[in-house]
């Protein structure tokens, strides 16, 4: 569990009775606000979720992350929230965390789960994160589910990881890099390596950051790499940053497709 936060789980699991479901809704999807939308975060939670939090886990990630919380509106009724955040990983990287989500039953099956992710992932990608990590139980086959067509791979299980006993599967999505932070990788790279080899390292062809990132997380996309390569030789430094985030959500966009 990362950071010492208690466990996270999520509340997409097999569908409702088909008597039971929502079929005809207009969702509406809202970036939480502050306060006044902490006690709707809370109920959502508390309703659905397994595992107990306090006001103050509560307060930790929509306080230091408001710009990375949404909730999903049938009308007035909030039915769907996910809570994240975003910090340093190892002293080298930004992570993204996703904590909690949550739809109610009669609203599953409609997307909801997945566009309140995409929300929150978009943020984090402006947020220049490199990769997004989370847990769900094993058992959650819907959880799995949405998150794999998301790009989520298992990272690794985490025996006996809840409350109730039951494992959890690590899972990761590597996010689309900015060239500013491909030559970060790189710099970082060339840097270990002077210091395993005694600086030989320093005069050698500098490493290929993409590869690099590739093999640090285990993850094999070659259609995000050809992605990235393509955009460091057509990238120009006077590019805008609404352009390169506008770019990199394109490639999110490409990557789960």
């Not at 992350?65 to 080298?92: I, N, S």
């Not at 990881?161 to 689309?176: C, E, H, S, W």
């Not at 900015?178 to 710099?187: G, K, L």
């Not at 985030?245 to 789960?256: G, T």
Request: proline share 5%.
């Amino acid at each position: 569990m990362p950071d010492g936060e208690p466990p996270s789980t999520t509340a997409v699991a097999p569908a409702p009775p088909a008597s039971a479901r929502k079929t005809d809704v207009k969702v509406r999807y809202q970036q939480y606000r502050d306060e006044r939308d902490l006690a709707t975060v809370m109920d959502l939670v508390d309703n659905e979720l397994s595992e107990p939090y306090s006001i103050f886990t509560y307060r930790y990630f929509l306080h230091n992350w408001p710009q990375l919380a949404f909730l999903a509106y049938d009308g007035d009724h909030c039915f769907g929230t996910v809570v994240c955040k975003m910090d340093v990983h190892r002293e080298q990287m930004l992570r993204g965390y996703l904590a909690m989500l949550v739809v109610e039953k009669p609203y599953r099956s409609l997307g909801t789960g997945t566009e309140l992710v995409k929300l929150s992932i978009a943020e984090m990608i402006k947020g220049q994160c490199e990769e997004v990590v989370l847990e769900a139980e094993v058992t959650n086959s819907g959880a799995l589910a949405l998150y794999q067509n998301l790009g989520f791979i298992r990272d690794k299980r985490l025996h006996r990881y809840y409350l109730n006993g039951v494992d959890a599967f690590r899972l990761k999505l590597l996010l689309p890099l900015t060239q500013q932070q491909e030559d970060e990788i790189a710099a970082r790279e060339l840097e270990r390596l002077s210091l395993s080899d005694g600086g030989k390292a320093a005069a050698a062809e500098p490493p290929n950051p993409i590869g690099a990132h590739a093999e640090q997380h285990r993850v094999q996309a070659p259609d995000q790499c050809s992605h990235h390569a393509q955009e460091g030789q057509s990238q120009q430094g006077a590019q805008s940053q609404k352009d390169a985030e506008s770019s990199l959500l394109q490639k999110f966009d490409a990557l789960r497709t």
